[in-house]
């Protein structure tokens, strides 16, 4: 399963945020709403480009987890999982691991009164079924009764290794759930690395891009700011251990949460993404993040800020351009906006 450029929809809908970055530069994130009706329910999407289009596994009900192919149109066509034993699974992702591709997901056990995190052997190329389980790590394993913890996101290293970050509330209160990671040579056995990957309430995390000395995370938060609905947000990295502080991507209104996507083009990613009201169902929605680089007025790439100055310390000024509006972390518009 590769994933391949595929054509970007039309867009409607619009929220941009820059970041300054040394040298002058200004890295512009952008996420717009795709025009598309997917026609799929549920949360916890997984997407992986393949020839027919772009496959999306989700969390829908009772029954765990549900599998769509979708075209570029936005026309979904249910597919249909199988699973050697065990109960319903959800949180589903994919990852190729020095064994092979395999499946990851959270599966809870009534006879333990326990949750826990899994994977298990692709045993069809387009992984639409899949081998006996086997537990990921006794750490990623808690009582049943804990929320807001698990969405397994696997990652493949750039030195082949798997990484799996996660959700955990080591503590209850509000907005105390952090990310941790476990780190894995073969894909079946993890073990936990120190620390924490980030901290206050966010959650959901999806790797974006995870190359040698360049990072993209999306994610979302547990509702932690004033509006108190769920947000996404955009991290970068150096070593996919040490995170920028996040930087909020969506605004008031719905929900949005659980984040998934992959790189179409240099810099142009396709995102699906959760997006409700907690009473009521959960909607999957497609967009497309758009990374753009201006240093010294020109168009381009530039590396990833390093996690050591965090945006929330660094002004931020709103600028507009017709019915344009962005946020920008500086004291400079960018070319053709006002500020407000």
């Known amino acids: 399963m590769f994933r391949r450029v595929s054509r970007i929809a039309c867009v409607a809908g619009l929220m941009a945020v820059t970041t300054a970055q040394p040298s002058s530069a200004v890295v512009e994130w952008e996420l717009i709403d795709d025009s598309v009706s997917l026609g799929m329910n549920g ?17 829908d009900g009772p029954s765990g987890t549900e599998v769509s192919l979708c075209t570029d149109a936005g026309v979904c066509t249910s597919e249909r999982l199988t699973t050697t034993g065990g109960g319903p699974i959800n949180d589903f992702a994919v990852a190729q691991t020095t064994s092979g591709l395999r499946a990851y997901f959270k599966r809870v056990e009534p006879q333990t009164n326990t949750q826990a995190v899994y994977s298990a052997p692709c045993l069809t190329a387009d992984c639409l079924s899949i081998g006996a389980a086997t537990l990921t790590s006794s750490g990623m394993q808690v009582s049943k009764d804990i929320r807001a913890w698990g969405v397994p996101d696997p990652v ?8 799996i970050y996660i959700v955990e509330s080591p503590v209850e209160g509000n907005c105390t759930e952090k990310i941790a990671s476990y780190i894995s040579a073969d894909g079946i056995s993890f073990t936990k690395e120190s620390g924490w990957r980030l901290e206050g309430g966010y959650v959901d995390t999806e790797m974006l891009r995870a190359k040698d000395g360049e990072w993209l995370m999306i994610l979302a938060d547990i509702g932690c700011t004033a509006s108190r609905n769920q947000k996404l947000f955009i991290s970068t990295s150096t070593d996919g251990l040490t995170w920028t ?56 790439i530039t590396k990833s800020p390093k996690a050591t100055t965090p945006a929330s310390k660094s002004k931020t000024i709103t600028c507009v351009k017709g019915k344009t509006v962005r946020k920008v972390t500086g004291t400079t518009c960018p070319k053709g906006f006002t500020k407000k």
């Open 43 to 59: 949360v916890s999407p997984h997407v992986e480009k393949v020839a027919g289009g772009d496959r999306v596994w989700r969390s």
């Open 156 to 163: 493949r290293l750039p030195d082949g290794r798997i990484r």
């Open 245 to 300: 502080q996040p930087t909020v991507l969506t605004g008031a209104g719905e929900s949005k949460l659980d984040p998934t996507g992959y790189e179409v083009s240099t810099n142009v990613f396709r995102i699906y993404y959760a997006a409700g009201d907690p009473r009521n169902a959960f909607v999957v929605k497609r967009a497309t993040l758009r990374i753009k680089s201006t240093p010294a007025g020109s168009v381009g």
